[in-house]
């Protein structure tokens, strides 16, 4: 469960979050909506503790963020473009994780790494692999630890179809594992099927956040794009008047 | 902690610029001490070396790491660890593997060549220098938004070190030459790490003879143990004091 | 020929009447005072082995004193041990210890005084204030004496070797440390200094002021707290000596002060503060020396007009000239100088374009001393680069128009 209160966040002449005030709940999948540069990165990476917060405070359950990093340890984090040093290879990369992090290997979700068949690649350096294995890495790099919180940035743009098949069927069991899923995605099609909860943001505000089901009986529509476009027209609408 | 220093080191050894420093440092204090024909002259030029060279390559390559590094940085802090030991983790990485290149390339050959006082001054004052100008190197790239100003501003800081501190201390010793100025020399030599490290080299090579009142002043003062507890002392804030400010930025710092 | 005849029968009845005494414990005269006492002119007393305490004595005959197996004359450091005046008395192989030491009079282990052919050989002087101090004499020699000095203060230490209007004087192979200054010259001339070592002396290892005409030659000067000065005297030798360890904030290889139509030749300057430091001086030829790991080569005051350089060779001084003055009277011809960097295209041996030994730097510490400070740092690297290209500020017409492109064969 995260809670955030007031949160506040400036850079320079930018808002980029403005008075966020909101709670995510265990198994649900949220999606994360918004036009470019509304925030939701920003967001995400003040969760993550790489963004300070100007104002306010964020609950990750239970323990307020602060100086201390521990409660990273619940969070598994897949970030827009995956970076990693150049001269790493993949192997070594997953080595040196489960070295910081600590975790009997048992207790290792190793899952993605195999569907992703990313286990032949443990020799190639990072620099050589392609933007879509890239992302793979990073996925199973999110899953590994077996987080109670799951953090996806754009998870899908640059998979495949059929990995992104793999990638949702994961985090529908993570659903209903009672994990909370954080997602941002442009893609919405793509989450369909997944998502529980809409947050939708803009101009580093919180504009809503609804349940799928009250969503579509709010604007009529099935399909959750087609929903936040009618929604995004609204807002269009509102601006201009 | 030391996890996270082995895969930093990991990572230096790797690219092998260290390496060719370490080289880069023996072969040329080797031929110096084999082409001078006396020992001392031979540390007079390693002195050069010690004072521009170290610090040169030190903030340069410390600043290029950290630029380099910063996917690695951005990976950990994602992870349950936090950001000061991620960047001490870093500043020590790069420290030892830039000590040690120091150690080999200087040391070695001072060592075999000039077992004495003068050289052991030499290597501490050089290691002090690869220390400080690091801490100062990861203070310059913290703050500095991209790579180009990094290493910009940390060319900027290594010229006003090695070259225009001492062309103000010349102007201000001119400027109150009818002042007794000595005793402000001591303080001024502390403001500049380079400076510090030369002058308590030079003491022990006993030159302070021919610096006249100047020397003599330096040498009473250098020359106790509350001297070498204040050269001491004032290298070692160096060292914190840029690395303190640096971890703090770093804290605050949105990645 | 009445006279010769005369002089004849004196000398051999003289020779003839010529005794010897010898002082001893064990021998009929105990004390040397009273050997001195019944001595005659031309006698020879002859001290055994042992301590003598007899308080001052003084010889007024021409006796020769020599020592068996180094006896001892104490002199429980209150008295002067042995005044000698006249003429003919030889002194050799006595250790002298402990003499005392006033305020008022220079005491010293030997004072000879209004005195002619002195000889005083091969004796060992230790813990005097003054050790051998000679006034108003002439035609004496000191030679192989060793002379240890208590090392105390400035004041209350005399000089190892003193010498006051002194003519024709031979100071030969003494060994002088631990005194105020090692040899004191003050008014002496036609006199010879050496082959002597003088080291560790509180001051100056040699002190010579008002003595025209003299050579100090092949002695070493190492380690003193001033070094050696040389002042207000015209017509002196200065040759293969060896001036070495002269540091100290105003320690010297030589000061020269007033000093005029003298020559310094062969000599060997190495690890001096300031090899040469010259004021006030006028038509000194300086060739053939070395100069080597010193501070300063030279420091030449611009009250010095006339003077030559040549042929002397410099390696690894940190500075090789210093002057405060933006003009040159003095010439630099034929050196050899480790900082020259040119071609010689037509193989002469020397360099194809002249040499300006003088650096910014030691302009800048010339007119500000704190400025050492910034000693061997980039910054005056660069500066010192910088004048060599386009010189500015160092004087344009201190030149040697011919430098050597390798070391002057000595």
């Known amino acids: 469960m995260i809670r955030i209160e007031q949160l506040n966040k400036r850079f320079r002449k930018l808002q980029a979050l403005d008075n966020i005030n909101v709670v995510f709940g265990n198994g649900n999948v949220i999606s994360l909506i918004g036009p470019n540069g509304s925030g939701k990165t920003t967001l995400i990476k003040c969760i993550l503790g790489m963004v300070t917060a100007d104002e306010g405070r964020i609950y990750v359950n239970g323990q307020m963020i602060s100086n201390d990093p521990s409660y990273r340890e619940q969070i598994g984090y897949m970030p827009q473009i995956g970076r990693y040093p150049d001269n790493m290879r993949v192997g070594e990369l997953f080595r040196m994780m489960k070295n910081i992090r600590i975790m009997p290997e048992n207790q290792l979700d190793k899952e993605l790494l195999e569907k992703f068949r990313l286990m032949p690649m443990f020799d190639k350096p990072m620099r050589t692999l392609s933007g879509g294995t890239r992302q793979k890495v990073s996925a199973a790099l999110a899953f590994y630890f077996n987080p109670a919180i799951l953090i996806l940035d754009e998870p899908t743009a640059g998979l495949d179809p059929l990995s992104t098949e793999i990638l949702k069927e994961k985090i529908q069991d993570a659903r209903s594992q009672q994990k909370l899923v954080l997602v941002t995605s442009h893609i919405l099609s793509d989450l369909d099927e997944l998502t529980t909860h809409v947050m939708y943001m803009q101009d580093g505000k919180m504009i809503f956040l609804k349940q799928i089901d009250v969503l579509r009986q709010e604007t009529g529509e099935d399909k959750l794009g087609k929903a936040i476009a009618s929604i995004m027209k609204h807002e269009l609408k509102a601006q201009f008047v | 902690m030391t996890r996270l220093i082995r895969y930093v080191l990991y990572d230096i050894l790797r690219n092998k610029v260290v390496i060719t420093y370490a080289l880069f440092l023996f072969v040329v204090s080797f031929s110096l001490f084999q082409l001078e024909e006396n020992e001392s002259k031979a540390i007079l030029s390693l002195l050069n070396i010690v004072l521009i060279v170290v610090p040169l390559i030190g903030m340069i390559f410390t600043t290029i790491h950290y630029y380099n590094s910063y996917e690695f940085i951005e990976l950990m802090l994602s992870q349950p660890l936090s950001r000061k030991r991620i960047l001490l983790s870093e500043f020590t990485g790069v420290a030892v593997s830039l000590l040690c290149a120091f150690a080999f390339g200087v040391g070695v050959p001072v060592l075999i060549f000039s077992f004495n006082d003068t050289g052991f001054a030499l290597l501490i004052a050089g290691g002090a220098l690869t220390l400080i100008f690091t801490s100062i190197a990861f203070l310059a790239s913290v703050k500095s938004r991209d790579k180009a100003r990094g290493i910009g501003f940390t060319l900027l800081l290594w010229f006003y070190f090695a070259l225009i501190y001492d062309g103000l201390v010349l102007l201000v010793l001119f400027s109150f030459s009818d002042y007794p100025m000595e005793k402000f020399t001591l303080l001024l030599s502390a403001l500049n790490p380079i400076d510090l490290a030369r002058i308590s080299i030079m003491l022990k090579m006993d030159v302070s003879a021919l610096m006249g009142y100047t020397g003599a002043l330096y040498k009473n003062f250098f020359g106790t143990g509350a001297g070498m507890l204040f050269t001491g002392s004032i290298m070692l804030l160096w060292i914190i004091l840029p690395l303190w400010w640096a971890v703090t930025a770093f804290n605050k710092k949105d990645m | ?410």
Not at chain 3, 244 to 269: C, M, Q, T, V
Not at chain 3, 320 to 327: E, L
Not at chain 3, 354 to 373: D, F, G, L, R, W
Request: hydrophobic fraction near 40%; include cysteine.
């Open chain 3, 1 to 410: 020929m009445k006279s010769i005849l005369i002089l004849i029968f004196f000398f051999s009845v003289n020779c003839l009447s010529a005794n010897t005494i010898v002082v001893g414990k064990d021998q009929p005269i105990h004390a040397l005072k009273r050997a001195v006492e019944l001595a005659k002119n031309g006698d020879t007393i002859l001290l055994k082995q042992g301590s003598y305490a007899e308080g001052n004595i003084v010889i007024g005959k021409s006796i020769t004193l020599i020592g068996i197996g180094m006896p001892v004359l104490d002199g429980l450091q209150k008295n002067e041990i042995l005044t000698i005046t006249g003429h003919n008395v030889t002194i050799k192989g006595i250790r002298f210890l402990n003499a005392g030491y006033s305020s008022m009079n220079d005491y010293a282990a030997l004072k000879i005084v209004d005195a002619t052919n002195i000889r005083i050989e091969q004796n060992i002087i230790e813990k005097a204030s003054f050790a051998i101090h000679i006034a108003n004499s002439t035609f004496s020699t000191i030679r192989n004496n060793k002379i240890v000095g208590t090392n105390k203060s400035e004041h209350s230490s005399g000089n190892g070797i003193h010498l006051w209007k002194c003519g024709n004087m031979k100071i030969e192979g003494n060994s002088i440390q631990g005194h105020r200054d090692g040899i004191y010259f003050e008014f002496v001339t036609h006199s010879t200094i050496s082959k002597n070592v003088s080291e560790k002396n509180i001051r100056y290892g040699l002190h010579f002021m008002f003595s025209n005409d003299d050579a100090y030659l092949g002695n070493t000067f190492r380690n003193n707290g001033a070094g050696v000065a040389v002042m207000y005297t015209r017509n002196v030798r200065m040759e293969n000596n060896l001036f070495e360890n002269n540091w100290g904030p105003s320690a010297y290889g030589i000061l020269l002060k007033d000093i005029s139509d003298s020559h310094i030749k062969n000599n060997r300057f190495v690890e001096n503060t300031v090899a040469i430091h010259m004021e006030g001086s006028s038509r000194i030829m300086i060739e053939k020396n070395t100069f080597k790991a010193n501070g300063w080569a030279f420091k030449v005051q611009a009250s010095c007009d006339d003077n030559t350089f040549y042929k002397n060779n410099f390696f690894g001084n940190s500075f090789d000239i210093a002057t405060n003055g933006d003009k040159s009277l003095n010439t630099f011809n034929n050196n050899y100088w480790d900082k020259y960097e040119a071609y010689d295209i037509n193989r002469d041996g020397i360099g194809d374009k002249p040499y300006h030994p003088v650096s910014m730097y030691a302009m800048i510490v010339e007119q500000n001393p704190t400025t050492i400070m910034l000693m061997n740092s980039f910054m005056i690297k660069l500066l010192d680069k910088a004048e060599k290209a386009i010189p500015s500020l160092t004087p344009e017409n201190l030149v040697d128009a011919a430098p050597m492109m390798k070391p002057n064969k000595l």
